[in-house]
């Protein structure tokens, strides 16, 4: 009996396909709008993940605090209070697992007939298990290198292409404000930040080369930040309090004063950003189903119009023994297939869009099939909704009044 009702159901819509296509149509652009719509957000929330894995895990910046010249107060970091024996207090520190110092700035860097200008990042090897940085090729530099203040270099993938180009940089010299560096490794590929700077458009050098050779200070042994990794994510309040109680001790902070230094929680801005874009997602998800909706008013318009069109075929229906659920169930065949026809081509229509989208406007996409199986069933269930109320006009007919309708 069912698949009867599906084969009146099709051929009732090809008697009628511009008419049925254009009832479609609602549902094809919903589906499709939603379906590029979630790619687009699950896309931004993935590039919001890898933005925050490249940063690194559990993360604190601890800056230079501010300071009061001639009435005018300056910002973070304008005074260099901190150093490096703070950050190997901070080191000590049971809810701390690593601690890198940092001294940077930017410079021309010079390869033969190449040059680029970057930032120089001091530091010490601990860098890269704070920032969760691998080496592509080589090796880093060591304690020792600190120690004297030797001038080898780590360099970012975005500068040596810039001044290497398919060459192997490793183990050649470059100059820094002319003075000679050599590269012991490239760092791999990180991409850019949250605030989109390119994270492989850096050097990194002994954080004594970069003090006493490259960028000096008046305040011997300071450092412009010093990033801090706590040891796991339920420790990260404990090691905030632990730091700011050590470095106002070791500052010799009085109880009314302010710090000289911040702190800031890498972690907490990251989730911030990555619930910022969750939000983003379900938003233009939103948006986008609002054309479903549309679509299954159009579906509930011509079906009223179907059902006032083949009021007679209704009461002829029920005259030789239809019963009520009979007629109520062929109509609602209709517009459920009506909602799956256009559903099927709303999703091919979503990922082609999402896929246009990806290649002409450098877009990130990502297809889930939890929102394509969404989509389809909310399609679905639009249609049958909408659907219902013609339906159960056509079932509630009374014959006669049906059979007399010309």
């Given at each position: 009996?069912?698949?009867?009702m ?7 819509m090809?008697?009628n ?34 933005s ?33 024996s ?8 049971p ?10 700035g ?52 975005t500068v ?15 100059r820094?404000?002319?003075?000679p ?74 109880n ?73 169930l ?14 099927m ?7 082609g ?7 002409f406007l ?45």
């Amino acid at each position: 009996m069912i698949w009867s009702m599906l084969n009146e159901a099709l051929e009732a819509m090809i008697a009628n396909r511009m008419r049925s296509f254009l009832t479609m149509l609602g549902m094809i652009i919903g589906v499709g709008a939603v379906i590029i719509m979630s790619a687009i957000g699950a896309g931004a929330q993935e590039a919001v993940k890898q933005s925050i894995a490249s940063m690194g895990s559990n993360l604190f910046i601890v800056l230079s605090g501010s300071t009061t010249s001639g009435g005018a107060r300056m910002g973070s970091g304008a005074t260099p209070t901190l150093t490096i024996s703070d950050g190997e207090a901070v080191a000590d520190l049971p809810s701390i697992a690593e601690v890198a110092p940092i001294a940077s700035g930017m410079a021309q860097v010079i390869y033969g007939s190449n040059n680029w200008s970057t930032t120089i990042m001091g530091s010490t090897p601990n860098i890269l298990t704070v920032r969760n940085w691998t080496i592509e090729s080589g090796y880093s530099f060591t304690d020792a290198d600190v120690r004297g203040a030797t001038r080898v270099a780590l360099i970012g993938k975005t500068v040596a292409e810039n001044l290497f180009g398919d060459e192997d940089p490793v183990g050649k010299m470059i100059r820094i404000k002319q003075s000679p560096y050599q590269v012991v490794g490239v760092l791999a590929l990180k991409g850019q930040s949250l605030d989109g700077r390119d994270q492989d458009d850096t050097i990194i050098v002994p954080v004594t080369t970069a003090q006493h050779k490259l960028f000096g200070s008046q305040f011997q042994g300071t450092v412009r930040l010093i990033m801090a990794q706590a040891v796991s994510a339920d420790q990260m309040d404990e090691a905030e309090n632990q730091m700011t109680e050590l470095l106002r001790q070791r500052h010799h902070i009085r109880n009314n004063k302010e710090n000289d230094f911040s702190i800031r929680n890498l972690a907490a801005m990251a989730a911030s950003a990555a619930d910022t874009a969750k939000v983003m997602s379900l938003m233009l998800g939103a948006i986008a189903s609002i054309s479903l909706l549309v679509g299954g008013i159009g579906i509930m318009n011509i079906m009223l119009v179907s059902v006032t069109e083949r009021t007679r075929e209704i009461g002829i229906r029920v005259a030789i023994g239809a019963h009520e659920r009979d007629i109520l169930l062929q109509f609602l065949l209709e517009a459920l297939m009506i909602s799956i026809f256009g559903s099927m081509i709303g999703i091919l229509l979503g990922v082609g869009g999402a896929l246009i989208a990806e290649k002409f406007l450098s877009m990130s996409v990502i297809f889930t099939s939890q929102s394509i199986f969404t989509a389809f069933g909310v399609a679905a269930t639009i249609g049958i909704f909408f659907g219902f109320y013609p339906a159960r006009k056509a079932a509630k007919m009374e014959p006669i009044e049906a059979l007399r309708f010309q």
